[in-house]
Each structure stands twice: as structure tokens, then as C-alpha cells.
């Protein structure tokens, strides 16, 4: 059971939005840690797409954004196209467990 | 550009050693910070540990007894070892560098090596 919990899959129409969303407690995201979002598309290595108060690589397309509210974060995909088919994951700093944690991953699919 | 290559024996038996080496291009080792993380089958990431030049470390709580990461700088690599390792050990390995803020426990990883799975078993 991962510390961070996010809903397994997700899905969405090509030129559709999706949302995302990354669930904490008071000892991560709910303390002010920020929440880093990761893709994993099929066959390849996890990529950095959101890091600090959604900020994002320089090769990160602005379709990608990030939020956070209380003990939870959410990462919102404007204008889905295939090539965002991958595993995402959301990441953050837990003060009880004294390390970094991740979410379980979501799978988002374009219809 | 920094990129990174693991590699190492893809079994490993219960109870016995593992042992993982990440090579770092584009970068040299004797900066940043250096870090472990993996992926069991069917689960969620779980970070193992950092390592910085210096030798300052930080490890998960629940792997500390059994983990250490240390640097090559001459090779410019790192690597982790994880003793007495069961099935629950079985995994996808990613080695990554750690990006630090200073002052703040706001850390993420950019970028990570490909991965390699390493599965206990007898």
C-alpha cells in the first residue's frame, strides 16, 4: 500500500482534459511538502513533469499543470493526445516516515 | 546531460547479497546528490536511499539496517547493496539524481536510469 494514494487508471478522448488526483495525510502534503508528478510511458523510465509549485522541465509541453489543496494534489492534462498513454506518478516528503514517498501510479488511457 | 546506466546480476538468492552499480555520464558523481528507488511487481515506487560526496547518506527506515550506497568518483559511479534479501526483494532497481533544495526536504528525481529487475528466488 503506497503512502500517497492515487486511483489506478484513468481515460480520456484525444483533445479532452483529465485530472489526476493524489491523495496525502497531514504528515506530507497536507504539512506544505511539495508534490513532484513523474510519466512513465510504456518501456521507458520515469521522467520528471512536475517539480516545487508546478513548475516544469523546459521539455514539458504547458498542456501539463499541477495543484495542490490541504492534504491532496492533482495533476490536470489539458488536450490529451495519444502520446500521453503512460503511468504517472505523484511524489512528496513524509515527516512521519522520515523519507520520500510515491503514490501507486495511474494509468491514464486515450480513447 | 546527465544519464544513467544500471547493471548488475539480474537474480540474486534469498538470504544473499545484492549487488547494483550505476554508471553517470554527462555529470560527474562528486556532485549532486545520488539515490535508489524501485518498484515491486504490481506496486507502487518505494525510495531506498541517497548518497552524497562527502559521504553524507540518508536511508529509507524501513531498508536501513540492510542498505548502504556508496560513490566511485574515479569511476564515476554508484552503487547499492542490500543484504539478506527475500522474494519481497523482487524489483525493478532505478537509479536516479536526487535534486536537492537546500534548506527544504523538497527533493525530486531527475532524471533515472532505465531500470533493471532483479528477482530473488532460489
Known amino acids: 500500500q503506497s503512502v500517497l494514494t492515487q486511483p489506478p487508471s484513468v481515460s480520456g478522448a484525444p483533445g479532452q482534459g483529465v485530472t489526476i488526483s493524489c491523495t496525502g495525510t497531514?504528515?506530507?502534503?497536507?504539512?506544505?511538502?511539495?508534490v513532484q508528478w513523474y510519466q512513465r510511458l510504456p518501456g521507458t523510465a520515469p521522467k520528471l513533469l512536475i517539480y516545487?509549485?508546478?513548475n516544469r522541465p523546459s521539455r514539458v509541453p504547458d498542456r501539463f499543470s499541477g495543484s495542490k489543496s490541504g492534504t491532496s494534489a492533482s495533476l490536470a492534462i489539458a488536450g490529451l493526445q495519444a502520446e500521453d498513454e503512460a503511468d504517472y506518478y505523484c511524489?512528496?516528503?513524509?515527516?512521519?516516515?522520515?523519507?520520500?514517498?510515491f503514490g501507486g501510479g495511474t494509468k491514464l488511457t486515450v480513447l | 546531460q546527465v544519464q544513467l546506466q544500471e547493471s548488475g546480476p539480474g537474480l540474486v538468492k534469498p538470504s544473499e547479497t545484492l549487488s547494483l552499480t550505476c554508471t553517470v555520464s554527462?555529470?560527474?558523481?562528486?556532485?549532486?546528490?545520488w539515490s535508489w528507488i524501485r518498484q515491486p511487481p504490481g506496486k507502487g515506487l518505494e525510495w531506498i536511499g541517497y548518497?552524497?560526496?562527502?559521504?553524507?547518506?540518508k536511508y529509507n527506515p524501513s531498508l536501513k539496517s540492510r542498505v548502504s550506497i556508496s560513490l566511485d568518483i574515479s569511476r564515476n559511479q554508484f552503487s547499492l547493496t542490500m543484504n539478506s534479501v527475500t522474494a519481497a526483494d523482487t524489483a525493478v532497481y532505478y537509479c536516479?539524481?536526487?535534486?536537492?533544495?537546500?534548506?527544504?526536504?523538497?527533493?525530486?528525481?531527475?532524471?533515472w536510469g532505465q531500470g533493471i529487475l532483479v528477482t530473488v528466488s532460489s
Open positions: 536516479a539524481k536526487e535534486v536537492v533544495v537546500p534548506g527544504s526536504m523538497d527533493h525530486w528525481f531527475d532524471p
Open positions: 516545487g509549485h508546478n
Open positions: 497531514s504528515s506530507n502534503i497536507g504539512a506544505g511538502y511539495d
Open positions: 554527462g555529470g560527474s558523481v562528486s556532485t549532486y546528490y
Open positions: 548518497m552524497y560526496n562527502h559521504g553524507g547518506s
Open positions: 511524489q512528496s516528503y513524509d515527516s512521519s516516515l522520515s523519507g520520500w514517498v
